[in-house]
């Protein structure tokens, strides 16, 4: 089971995968290949990836990591859907999906605690200095649909303040990631089963328009 699954459910995760591959995964099994509890897309397969400025070709990019070792539940949510014909052209159909971003802990675990995100304690994060590959926008929107609570969004921007304009670095958008989530939070905070973020680990953002993905520990 990877976090795509887990998190969206096996439809929506089937539905994510048709529209990255622009085939349905079944056709697509014979070029992933997994390896040390990741999934990877072989060099032979016929994926168009999205680009962005600064950031290198991915020859045998990452797809997806197993979730079988993770600690806590994974907390379910539901895959964002345009609501206008237009938008499902723009964002989907004539789209170029970005695959999904991970944020891995040095130690190997995948994830970091929002508290530790929220502090600015970016140093476990491998690869913190590299360029996020968000797809060359200027701005993206963080979507949360966390079932039986409204719908959520907050835009970020996706590009330095350089004159060069360089795409934001992984820890600079794991942190927007995390904000949005503690800005959610507090605004559905009379919800009951919503307050406890401190004890939630924020693996993963999915694109083309981020999704977050988090799961929630468990005291012991």
């Given amino acids: 089971d990877g976090f795509v699954a887990r998190t969206f459910g096996p439809r929506d995760a089937d539905h994510y995968f048709m529209f990255l591959f622009r085939s349905p995964l079944s056709r697509y099994l014979p070029n992933l290949v997994y390896l040390q509890g990741a999934w990877y897309i072989s060099r032979g397969a016929n994926l168009m990836q999205g680009t962005s400025p600064g950031v290198p070709f991915q020859h045998t990019p990452l797809l997806d990591y197993s979730s079988c070792g993770t600690q806590g539940t994974i907390v379910p949510q539901k895959r964002w859907n345009p609501a206008e014909d237009v938008d499902v052209r723009r964002h989907v159909e004539g789209a170029i999906l ?23 304690c970016d140093r476990d994060l491998h690869n913190a200095n590299s360029f ?28 330095d303040e350089t004159r060069e304009r360089n795409p934001i670095t992984l820890a600079r958008f794991m942190r927007h990631i995390g904000t949005s989530v503690d800005k959610f939070f507090k ?27 988090w799961q929630q520990t468990h005291d012991g």
């Fill in 98 to 120: 970005q695959l999904p971003i991970y944020f891995v802990n040095s130690n190997g675990s995948i994830g970091l605690p929002l508290s530790d995100i929220l502090r600015g």
């Fill in 132 to 159: 996020a590959t968000l797809g060359g926008e200027s701005t993206t929107h963080i979507r949360i649909n966390w079932p039986g609570s409204t719908y959520w969004k907050r835009q970020v921007p996706t590009r």
């Fill in 187 to 213: 605004v559905r905070s009379s919800e009951s089963r919503l307050r406890h973020r401190r004890h939630l680990v924020i693996p993963s953002s999915r694109s083309a328009r981020p999704t977050a993905m």
